[in-house]
C-alpha cells in the first residue's frame, strides 16, 4: 500500500516489529521470540534500544507487567538504570503501576 505521495504505508504494528523487535515482542508477550532475538546475533545491540519516547523493551515489560519477558530482559543484560525521556527507570515504571511483584525482581 502506498501514500497519495507513493510513499510507503504500513500498519504500526509491522513498524514495530520492524524498528522495535524487542518492544514488539513484549507487546504482544511473546516470551518465545523475545528470547530468539535476545540469543541473535543482533541481540546485544538492541536490547537497550529506545524507542521515540526513550523507552526500552525493559521500560515496556514494566509498564505491562510482563513479569518472564523482564527476567529474561534481565538475564540478558538490559540495563536497569537506562532513563526514558522522563527521566524514568524501570523501577519508576513499576511503581507507578502499583505492581509489587515487579518490584521485587532484583
Same mark, same amino acid.
Given at each position: 500500500?502506498?501514500?497519495?505521495?507513493?510513499?510507503? /504505508?504500513?500498519?504500526?504494528?509491522?513498524?514495530?516489529?520492524?524498528?522495535?523487535?524487542?518492544?514488539?515482542? /513484549?507487546?504482544?508477550?511473546? /516470551?518465545?521470540?523475545?528470547?530468539?532475538?535476545?540469543?541473535?546475533?543482533?541481540? !546485544?545491540?538492541?536490547?537497550?534500544? /529506545?524507542?521515540? !519516547?526513550?523507552?526500552?523493551?525493559?521500560?515496556?515489560?514494566?509498564?505491562?507487567?510482563?513479569?518472564?519477558?523482564?527476567?529474561?530482559?534481565?538475564?540478558?543484560?538490559?540495563?536497569?538504570?537506562?532513563?526514558?525521556?522522563?527521566?524514568?527507570?524501570?523501577? !519508576?515504571?513499576?511503581?507507578?503501576?502499583?505492581?509489587?511483584?515487579?518490584?521485587?525482581?532484583?
Amino acid at each position: 500500500m502506498t501514500s497519495e505521495n507513493g510513499s510507503a /504505508v504500513t500498519n504500526n504494528g509491522q513498524w514495530l516489529d520492524e524498528n522495535f523487535p524487542l518492544h514488539h515482542a /513484549v507487546f504482544h508477550n511473546n /516470551v518465545n521470540h523475545l528470547q530468539q532475538l535476545l540469543e541473535g546475533p543482533a541481540g !546485544h545491540d538492541i536490547i537497550d534500544r /529506545v524507542d521515540t !519516547h526513550g523507552n526500552s523493551a525493559l521500560h515496556i515489560a514494566c509498564m505491562l507487567g510482563r513479569r518472564e519477558c523482564i527476567e529474561l530482559l534481565l538475564n540478558h543484560g538490559a540495563s536497569i538504570g537506562a532513563k526514558n525521556n522522563l527521566e524514568w527507570n524501570c523501577l !519508576h515504571e513499576a511503581i507507578s503501576y502499583g505492581d509489587r511483584n515487579i518490584q521485587a525482581i532484583p
